[in-house]
């Protein structure tokens, strides 16, 4: 398969790569084709291949053995997210071996407060469109989401978002913006008013995980804040240690 060049090249052969684990082409423990091979196969130079590899590992997906290959890592079934894949909640949840589901609960246009503006460089009063929704794992409820996002951003400003989509594709169906990079916020939070949408006490401790979505261009996309109930959903982490 050889990539195509509308995209950054080191990025579609990463998502190509980690197509092949999911799908268990390259399976736990199996020894990855050689930099030389992979780049005879996508078309690209091996220092790309070296790219891929570098983020892979800093992950924790892949191992290098000094003198005998790069190999899948035999623990990558153990792990349902890396730090940064966190965001992806739908991902998180089928990772951990769930059916996901979204419901939206609420989908309207609000201002910017002053805390938000600061967040997403824009002025205070701006509209936003905000996305409140309900991620279940088998059919239980597990990750209350809120996501704003500038209005302005809009292709259309008169669609009617379908919220039953993930982020990454509600951003670039309605917006055409993609996501580069995220950054995370994670402390813990009582249940409280959320606990009837959530079906568990208001004393419940949760993950409360504040999270700002960026294009590659450094631009902020969305303001996440989420609510994410660790008893049902059991976050494994994994990072190289270098």
Do not use: C
């Amino acid at each position: 398969m050889r990539v195509i060049r509308s995209k950054p090249i080191s990025e579609q052969v990463n998502t190509i790569i980690r197509e092949r684990f999911r799908d268990a082409t390259y399976a736990p423990g199996f020894r990855l084709p050689s930099e030389s091979e992979l780049s005879k196969e996508f078309g690209v130079s091996r220092a790309t291949i070296r790219t891929v590899f570098a983020k892979l590992a800093v992950e924790g997906l892949i191992l290098r053995k000094q003198g005998d290959g790069t190999y899948v890592n035999e623990r990558i079934q153990e792990v349902n997210t890396h730090l940064g894949g966190l965001w992806d909640f739908a991902h998180l949840i089928e990772r951990s071996g769930f059916e996901v589901s979204i419901q939206p609960l609420l989908i309207k246009k609000v201002a910017a407060t002053e805390d938000e503006a600061h967040v997403l460089a824009i002025d205070a009063g701006i509209e936003l469109l905000s996305m409140t929704r309900l991620f279940s794992a088998n059919s239980q409820p597990v990750i209350l989401a809120k996501n704003l996002i500038p209005a302005s951003l809009l292709l259309d400003q008169n669609a009617e978002i379908d919220g039953h989509l993930r982020i990454r594709e509600i951003l670039k169906q309605y917006f055409r913006q993609e996501i580069s990079f995220v950054t995370t916020e994670i402390s813990s939070a009582l249940a409280g008013e959320n606990a009837h949408i959530l079906n568990i006490r208001p004393r419940t401790h949760l993950l409360n995980l504040k999270m700002i979505f960026y294009s590659k261009d450094n631009k902020p996309l969305t303001l996440g804040k989420s609510y994410l109930n660790d008893d049902i959903l059991k976050l494994r982490l994994v990072q190289a240690w270098n």
